[in-house]
């Protein structure tokens, strides 16, 4: 694994050993694609990275210019790998932080006053595939207070998933498939 762009482009990332099945890293090519539609909206970002694993995504966001990066994960191995690959990135430690925190519990009061007063302008989410995780984490963004004006959440799910078109604040715009995983791209409802 490697950083795709921006300031550390090339870098290559610290990974779970080779037998730890627990952490699975989105492959380069498919994050290279992500990054190609998120485009210009990752410069001067606010960036919550959930399910963090190695922080991939959101290393990726710090090397193309997100002004900020949370990464949220509940294993000790994947923070302390986030916290070595964030510290690949220029200013990467000044701008982002890791959170230990078990997501399965949703955005509580508790999650939500760790993640401090900025509203987030990108989300993404890859907690483990096939495990009802993903539905219930997208209903949580829906209902919690941590979104901008015009927010852009992604899930990383197997193909096959099948997520909530629309939620009371969030609406599925796009998906796109690589290999076994999909993204699958949310955007506020038009009031």
Known sequence: MRIIGGSAKGRRLFTPQADNKAIRPTADRAREALFNIIGSRVKDSYVLDLFAGTGGFGCEALSR???RVVFVDNSSLSLDLINKNAALIPAGPNRSEAIRYNLSKGFTETLV???????FDLIFADPP?????????????DKSCVLS??????IE???????????DNLHQIDNRRYGVCS?????????
């Open 149 to 154: 004006n015009d927010p852009l959440i992604i």
């Open 129 to 141: 595939y096939l495990t009802q995780l993903s539905a219930g984490i997208l209903t949580s963004i």
């Open 157 to 167: 799910e197997r193909k096959n998933f099948n997520p909530p078109e629309k939620l």
């Open 113 to 119: 006053s760790r993640l401090g007063k900025h509203r």
């Open 65 to 67: 210019g997100a002004r």
């Open 183 to 191: 993204f699958f791209f949310n955007r506020l409802n038009k009031k």
